[in-house]
């Protein structure tokens, strides 16, 4: 699903740096990978380092509000994935 936003180098499109909103919800959803999905590995080195980026550079308080609270709330700072087993 993730592969209609990369190039044909199988990177993601720049385009997409573009898109704070879909940037986030792009960086979010990749925590919701399991171990060896190396699209969504990439999605989260992608959006870190593009919205880190963009948090230097971002002119409205909203948007750097934005962001920087969904940083807190997701990577490192979210809780544990439930387990079926």
């Given at each position: 699903?993730?592969?209609?936003?990369?190039?044909?180098?199988?990177?993601?499109?720049?385009r997409l740096c573009d898109?704070?909103?879909?940037?986030?919800?792009?960086?979010?959803t990749s925590f919701l990978?399991?171990?060896?999905?190396?699209?969504?590995?990439?999605?989260?080195?992608?959006?870190?380092?593009?919205?880190?980026?963009?948090?230097?550079?971002?002119?409205?308080?909203?948007?750097?509000?934005?962001?920087?609270?969904?940083?807190?709330?997701?990577?490192?700072?979210r809780g544990q994935r439930?387990?079926?087993?």
């Amino acid at each position: 699903i993730f592969d209609r936003f990369k190039n044909e180098k199988g990177e993601f499109k720049s385009r997409l740096c573009d898109d704070i909103e879909g940037l986030l919800q792009l960086y979010e959803t990749s925590f919701l990978s399991m171990e060896g999905e190396s699209t969504l590995e990439m999605a989260t080195e992608f959006t870190m380092n593009t919205l880190m980026i963009k948090l230097v550079l971002i002119s409205s308080i909203l948007d750097w509000c934005t962001m920087a609270w969904s940083f807190h709330c997701t990577g490192p700072y979210r809780g544990q994935r439930l387990d079926d087993s």
